[in-house]
């Protein structure tokens, strides 16, 4: 009876709640295949080419392992320098116009392979982006050119570039990524650096004040466990048992009740494009016992009931997100639900 009285109730639905970062719709071996991808691609920002002007080697502070001397500098409030603290730097780096070092929330330094690739997610914000400045850095200064050729932007050194690194190696193991991660950037800034896992969360409570008769039941919080498939299609399933107790004077009665409830749907959580069609249903019968003591004896009586519930619910797809269910109108009984979007914690390795 218990998801029977939840069909009913799809139509007091309130509207999602805006809150924390959209789910990572991939499947594990998505995830896994992404992950390794870009610990191929990772080795490039460690290399002394990329990662001495990336945070490693810093003219404008103390000991910033600068060979060519100490500058003095303003940084903004956005991490970026001003350009014309640049402007000195032309004199020794002279073969490269615009030499200049990042702005602090692109630095390479003290990152791992996962702590780039969540770099690489959250600065581009897209895969279109990554790969043009992969490509060719956005079609500004040719950044990646001149370290992949090793010369330090200056015409009197020696080039001493990436071993075993080219151009084309650089595009073809960025594309790697982004074509193992499902052709493009999904969900948060983990999602394709870090596995991660979901759960619909349910909770029900029920309570009926009619007459003599007062009833009390309720589904504690029940985390249905969902995985995506390659095409962002998810599923899961978990048992549900509501419990409740009941008084109609002089007898007392308690009630237990067991589903199983299937999850399903599909989520897209691109940049231009953001939803998550999820599917209740129950997919086994609704097995209820209850069991009842009165001053003259007690009864025990076990019922099934077969029907099916299908419920179609419209989400963003975002962690946190809930939707509070009110029983509309039925006097002497008030019911809530309570469906929520949560991650869940990785197993330890
Ligand atoms: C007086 C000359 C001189 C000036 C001026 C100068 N540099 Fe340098 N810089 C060097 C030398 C020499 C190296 C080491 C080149 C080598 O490794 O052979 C270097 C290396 C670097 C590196 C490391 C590059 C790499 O691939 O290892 C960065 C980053 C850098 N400079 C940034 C700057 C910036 C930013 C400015 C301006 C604020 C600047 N430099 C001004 C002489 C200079
Ligand atoms: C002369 C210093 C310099 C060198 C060498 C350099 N970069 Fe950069 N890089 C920059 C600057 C500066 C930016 C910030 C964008 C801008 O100002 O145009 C940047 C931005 C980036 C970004 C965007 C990062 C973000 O967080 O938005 C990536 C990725 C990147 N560089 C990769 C590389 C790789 C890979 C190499 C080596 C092949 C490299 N860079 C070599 C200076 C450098």
């Not at 920002?45 to 002007?53: A, T």
């Not at 999904?186 to 349910?202: F, K, L, S």
């Not at 299609?233 to 004077?249: C, L, R």
């Amino acid at each position: 009876m218990a998801f029977v009285v939840l069909s009913t109730l799809a139509l007091a639905q309130i509207s999602p709640s805006p809150s924390g970062g959209p789910i990572c719709p991939l499947s594990d071996s998505q995830t896994q295949k992404s992950i390794e991808a870009f610990s191929k691609l990772a080795p490039i920002f460690q290399q002394p080419r990329c990662i001495n002007c990336h945070g490693a080697v810093d003219p404008f502070t103390k000991g910033g392992g600068h060979p060519g001397g100490e500058f003095d500098f303003v940084r903004g409030e956005d991490g970026f320098i001003d350009s014309k603290y640049f402007e000195p730097c032309a004199s020794c780096h002279d073969a490269f116009e615009g030499w200049r070092t990042p702005p602090s929330d692109m630095l390479f330094t003290g990152k791992d392979s996962v702590a780039l690739c969540k770099l690489m997610k959250r600065q581009f914000g897209n895969a279109v982006r990554f790969m043009a400045h992969m490509i060719r850095d956005n079609g500004g200064d040719k950044f990646i050119e001149v370290g992949l050729a090793g010369t330090r932007g200056m015409s009197d050194t020696n080039p001493e570039p990436p071993p075993g690194w080219t151009h084309d190696k650089l595009i073809k193991l960025s594309q790697e990524w982004v074509d193992a991660m499902g052709g493009g950037y999904h969900g948060d800034e983990e999602c394709g650096c870090v596995p991660a896992h979901y759960a619909v969360r349910m909770s029900v409570s029920n309570e009926t004040n009619r007459g003599l008769l007062h009833h009390k039941s309720a589904l504690q919080p029940l985390d249905i466990p969902i995985t995506f498939e390659d095409d962002g299609t998810f599923s899961g399933e978990a048992v549900a048992n509501f419990k409740g107790a009941a008084v109609v004077s002089p007898c007392a009665g308690q009630y237990t009740d067991s589903l199983k409830v299937r999850a399903s749907g599909q989520a897209i959580e691109t940049t231009d494009e953001q939803s998550m069609r999820l599917k209740l249903e129950n997919t086994s019968p609704d097995v209820s016992s209850v069991s009842i003591q009165c001053p003259y004896g007690g009864a025990n009586k076990q019922s099934t009931h077969s029907e099916k519930t299908i419920l179609p619910f419209d989400l963003k797809g975002n962690v946190g997100e809930f939707l509070d269910y009110s029983m509309p109108n039925i006097p002497g009984f008030v019911s809530t639900t309570h469906l929520e979007i949560v991650k869940l914690a990785e197993p330890q390795k």
